[in-house]
C-alpha cells in the first residue's frame, strides 16, 4: 500500500524584489506546473502580484502540492497503444517530480500478460524496443475492470467506497494542482470505457463541479487523447480548469506509424508530439527521438529539468494539424488567476472562457 505524500512538491515563494517577472514566473508555474504539474524547479519559480510580504505569504498559501490522475479507458490488443501512450505520460510525470503516492494510474487493460504479446511483460512505445514502459516499480492503483465510469467519478468527487486503500484515492484539498490525463475511444461528447459504458461530457462538467464546491483542487489541467477531444469539455464550468483536446468536433484523432513486431501502432499522434515536446525542452534541443528512451526510462531516476522559456503556447504551437490530422486546442473555463502569457501575448483575467486554436 502507497503511503500519500502531505505536501508535494514544496513552494518557494518569490520575493517581492522579483515582482516584475511576473509573466515569466507565474506562468512558468501555472501553464507548466499545472501542464505536467510536476516539475520542482518549474513549480517552485511561482509570481507573485503583490509586493509585499503579506501578498507573498498569500500566494503560497494557494497551492502547495501536485497530483495526477492518469487514464486508459480502452481494453483489448489492438488498443496497444492507449496503455503506451498513458504510461508514457505516467513515466514522464514522475521524471518531472511528482511521486507514485500522488499519482493515480488507472489502466483499463494487462497489455504485458496479453498472449499475442510478443514482449511477455512489455510495452514499448518506440520500435527500437529499447524501453519496457512496465518494467521496474511501475505502480497501478486501477486495473482491469475496476477501470470504469462509476470509479473514475467517485475518485475525482472524493466518493470512493469505505474500505478503498489510500492508494485508490485522490487526497487533494484546495491547494492541490492536479492533472487529470485520459486516452481512449471516443466520439461527440462521450469517451468509451470497455467499450461497454461511457463517461460523458455532462458527467465530467458535474465531477469538476463538485470537485470545486469540495474545494478540491486550486487549478486543473485537463488533456484528453482522443476523437472529437474537446466536446467532452463543453458541459465543465467550473473555475480555473485548463481543458487540453487533441481534436475539435467532427475530427478523429489518429495513431502514429506502426510497429512490424508487435503488429500494431505504439503511440497516437498527440500524445507522441506532446512527450516529444517535452523532451526537446528536456535535452536543450537534442534530437528528441535519439533521447526518447533515455528521458523516460523507469530506471533513471534523476529529476529532469525544464527550460526556462517552455511555455503554454510553445506547446499548442509545437503540434502541427498537418502532422497529426486533427487540431489540437486549448480552453480555459473559469480563469481567475493572473493574465496568462502565452508565447508573449497577454489575456485579461476577466475572460471567463478562452479558447486558443493552432493555426
Not at 504510461?87 to 500478460?113: E, F, K, Q
Request: glycine letters at 8%.
Amino acid at each position: 500500500m502507497k503511503k500519500r505524500a502531505g505536501s508535494g512538491v514544496s513552494l518557494l515563494v518569490v520575493r517581492s524584489a522579483e515582482v516584475r517577472k511576473t509573466y515569466r514566473a507565474w506562468f512558468l508555474s501555472i501553464s507548466l506546473a499545472v501542464l505536467l504539474l510536476c516539475s520542482v524547479p518549474l513549480f517552485s519559480a511561482v509570481g507573485v502580484t503583490a509586493s509585499t510580504a503579506a501578498g507573498a505569504k498569500g500566494a503560497s498559501s494557494r497551492h502547495n502540492n501536485n497530483w495526477a490522475v492518469l487514464v486508459c479507458t480502452s481494453r483489448f490488443w489492438f488498443n496497444y497503444r492507449h496503455v503506451a501512450n498513458t504510461l508514457s505520460v505516467y513515466h514522464t510525470v514522475r521524471r518531472l517530480g511528482i511521486p507514485d503516492s500522488n499519482i493515480v494510474l488507472m489502466l483499463a487493460d494487462d497489455m504485458p500478460c496479453n498472449a499475442r504479446n510478443p514482449f511477455p511483460g512489455g510495452v514499448y512505445n518506440s520500435k527500437d524496443h529499447e524501453l519496457n514502459l512496465y518494467e521496474g516499480d511501475v505502480e497501478v492503483d486501477y486495473r482491469g475492470e475496476e477501470v470504469s465510469v462509476e470509479s473514475f467519478l467517485r475518485l475525482l468527487t472524493g466518493r470512493t467506497l469505505p474500505g478503498t486503500p489510500p492508494s485508490k484515492t485522490l487526497a487533494t484539498d484546495e491547494h492541490s494542482n492536479v492533472l487529470i490525463y485520459m486516452n481512449g475511444h471516443g466520439g461527440d461528447q462521450f469517451l468509451k470505457f470497455h467499450d461497454m459504458e461511457e463517461v460523458s461530457s455532462h458527467d465530467l462538467g458535474g465531477a469538476l463541479r463538485e470537485m470545486e464546491l469540495k474545494k478540491r483542487y486550486h487549478r486543473v489541467l485537463f488533456m484528453v487523447d482522443t476523437c472529437q477531444a474537446m466536446t467532452l469539455f463543453e458541459e465543465i464550468d467550473s473555475k480555473d480548469v485548463i481543458c487540453i483536446g487533441s481534436s475539435v468536433r467532427g475530427e478523429n484523432s489518429y495513431a502514429r506509424g506502426s510497429d512490424a513486431t508487435i503488429g500494431l501502432s505504439l503511440m497516437d499522434r498527440f500524445t507522441s508530439a506532446m512527450l516529444d515536446f517535452f523532451q526537446a525542452a528536456i535535452t536543450k534541443g537534442e534530437d528528441v527521438t535519439a533521447n526518447r528512451v533515455r528521458g523516460f526510462s523507469s530506471g533513471n531516476s534523476a529529476p529532469l529539468n525544464l527550460r526556462n522559456d517552455v511555455t503554454l503556447g510553445a506547446l499548442m504551437h509545437s503540434m502541427r494539424p498537418k502532422s497529426l490530422l486533427s487540431s489540437p486546442t486549448v480552453e480555459l473555463k473559469g480563469w481567475t488567476g493572473p493574465p496568462l502569457n502565452m508565447d508573449g501575448v497577454g489575456f485579461a483575467p476577466a475572460v471567463a472562457t478562452l479558447r486558443a486554436r493552432t493555426r
